[in-house]
């Protein structure tokens, strides 16, 4: 199983990207996928997660109307949308895999597989 997470950078306050996450030895379409970050000094938090077998996802607070998650099953590959970026969102952002098909959680504590991380800037 492995995750490889790109598309973070450097970006000014405001601006948009969209994160990658590739997946290789198992597929995207059963388990439930999620995007977490952590800034310096500060514990990883669940950022956004989708449950494969019905859609349906979640969203920390923080983010919510500005991030979207979604899949592509044929490219066994999973996005988060950033959009509205501020300050305050950068961090390195990971994508994991709860391999649970009924779960869905923002607690990095529940997810078994972890991609490497992908720093995401944003400046004021």
């Known amino acids: 199983v492995q995750l490889q997470a790109s598309g973070g950078g450097l970006v000014q306050s405001g601006g948009s990207l969209t994160l990658s996450c590739a997946a290789s030895?198992?597929?995207?379409?059963?388990?439930?996928i999620g995007w977490f970050r952590q800034a310096p000094g500060k514990p990883r938090e669940g950022v956004s997660c989708i449950r494969s077998r019905d859609g349906r996802t979640m969203y920390a607070d923080s983010v919510k109307g500005r991030f979207t998650i979604f899949r592509d099953n044929a490219k066994n590959t999973m996005y988060l949308q950033m959009n509205s970026l501020k300050p305050e969102d950068t961090a390195v952002y990971y994508c994991?895999?709860?391999?649970?098909?009924?779960?869905?959680?923002?607690?990095?504590?529940?997810?078994?597989?972890w991609g490497q991380g992908t720093q995401v800037t944003v400046s004021s």
């Open positions: 030895g198992f597929t995207l379409d059963y388990d439930t």
């Open positions: 994991a895999v709860h391999r649970d098909p009924g779960g869905i959680s923002l607690v990095p504590l529940e997810y078994d597989y």
